[in-house]
């Protein structure tokens, strides 16, 4: 019993002295934060008009209050200071403000963690180092692209594509080769991004990759010359369509299409023939940029087409390329046997205003033939299940003659809103010739869902 006793006394002493350490702890934390707090706003009182001198013009970059040793909560404050004011900044002021930031002061501090800190701070730095905008910090950040830890890598990427400075170029070339032939781990996207923002300059580091032995450097070089518009290397570009791996001939197009480039007319035409579905999207959609009416008989074929994404690229270039080209898809709606072509060009039409116009037409005498083609339209895409342009013409168009016919061509069609729409109507309708009208196609399509 007395050997219990002690234990149990030795226990409770024991919680009690971890519960003491704990709330002394929690205690000296909580201390510790507000005196921590305190400082911080002292600083942010003292810097803050030095802040707005130099937004104004009045001081500058040189005449950096004292007491600042970087990486201290002075300097941390000071740096928040400034960047948050140039959100809040524009033209000159925002120049001034970069040019505290671009200081040596703040800028040697951060190549320090660039290479020495944490994996947080280093990527930190690098992306401090972008908003800084200071030249001198370009080799720092090349060299960052081979750090070990992948977070690194991309932001210091990020930060060259940023600062836009010439002398990465060559760096951020070898990068996309290595990564696009899978000896570096990293996005492809981010790489290709940086490079974009340097415009035409990255155009002659860039199309020299077009030749380059894996297909994934070809591809990813594409890429970047779309994007910048590499008109002096058409003649390659337009070679790589024929290359025979089809991400290559993909991207080929794509770029073509991005560049829009009218003498490549025919070679992207001959792509929608091609045997991989992902070049003859991007055929189609790079005809839709030319905006060629000489491609509408090519892309119309396409609304056939096996794949989905082509088909949908099809009727989205036929959209774009003007009224011939939109007579071509009312022409699919009408007489197509393929209904996912019929169905897929719906969807398109439903973005132009064909359809509105179609049931704008049902206010026409009825032996004019414009309105005897514009029911048959409504009718063919109805049957599709596209109704939604039939019941806003019910609730909502101006006309009651038009209303009306619009409640008779839906009648045959067996989808619950459009119950819905006709209670609501024989309801609430203005005109009583159509409420009536609703009120009778409604009542046989509850007789017919009975019967059946």
Do not use: C
């Amino acid at each position: 019993m007395d050997y219990a006793l002690l234990f149990v006394t030795l226990a409770v002493g024991s919680l009690t002295s971890a519960l003491i350490v704990f709330i002394g702890v929690l205690t000296w934390r909580r201390l510790a934060q507000k005196v921590w707090l305190r400082r911080w706003q002292r600083a942010k009182q003292e810097y803050q008009p030095w802040v707005q001198r130099v937004r104004q013009g009045l001081a500058t970059a040189d005449d950096l209050p004292p007491k600042i040793r970087p990486g201290s909560l002075r300097w941390l404050v000071l740096e928040e200071l400034v960047r948050e004011a140039m959100r809040a900044s524009t033209g000159d002021e925002i120049v001034r403000l970069r040019a505290v930031l671009a200081n040596e002061h703040f800028t040697d501090h951060q190549v320090r963690e660039l290479s020495h800190g944490s994996l947080w701070q280093r990527v930190t730095a690098a992306t401090r180092l972008a908003e800084y905008q200071n030249p001198s910090v370009v080799p720092a950040l090349i060299r960052a692209t081979r750090d070990p830890a992948p977070p690194v890598r991309t932001a210091a990427i990020r930060a060259l594509g940023r600062l836009g400075e010439g002398e990465a170029l060559s760096a951020l070339a070898q990068a996309l080769e290595h990564v696009s032939a899978g000896q570096m781990a990293l996005s492809q996207r981010v790489v290709s991004g940086a490079l974009s923002r340097f415009g035409s300059r990255a155009v002659p580091v860039i199309g020299p990759l077009l030749t380059h032995p894996s297909w994934r450097v070809r591809s990813a070089a594409l890429t970047v010359l779309g994007d910048v518009g590499a008109y002096a290397w058409l003649p390659a570009i337009i070679e790589r369509m024929e290359d025979p791996e089809s991400d290559v001939r993909a991207k080929a197009v794509r770029a073509l299409g991005k560049m829009r480039v009218g003498s490549a007319l025919l070679p992207i035409l001959s792509r929608l023939e091609d045997e991989v579905w992902l070049v003859r999207m991007h055929a189609a959609r790079a005809l839709g940029r030319l905006g060629r009416g000489s491609a509408v008989n090519a892309l119309t074929r396409r609304l056939s087409d096996l794949h989905w994404r082509v088909r949908q690229e099809a009727a989205r270039a036929l959209a774009r390329l003007g009224p011939v080209a939109v007579s071509a898809l009312t022409q699919t709606v009408l007489t197509a046997q393929d209904v996912f072509a019929r169905e897929q060009v719906v969807d398109e039409l439903q973005r132009t205003p064909v359809l509105r116009d179609a049931v704008d037409q049902l206010a026409l005498v009825p032996e004019e033939r414009a309105r005897i083609d514009a029911e048959a339209l409504l009718i063919a895409i109805g049957e599709t299940g596209a109704v939604s342009p039939h019941l806003n013409g019910i609730k909502g168009h101006p006309s009651a003659q038009v209303r009306r016919r619009l409640i008779e061509l839906v009648e045959p069609w067996p989808f619950e809103r459009i119950d819905t729409t006709l209670r609501q109507v024989s309801r609430n309708d203005s005109d009583p010739m159509v409420r009536q009208r609703a009120e009778l196609v409604l009542a046989r399509r509850i007789t017919d869902e009975q019967v059946a």
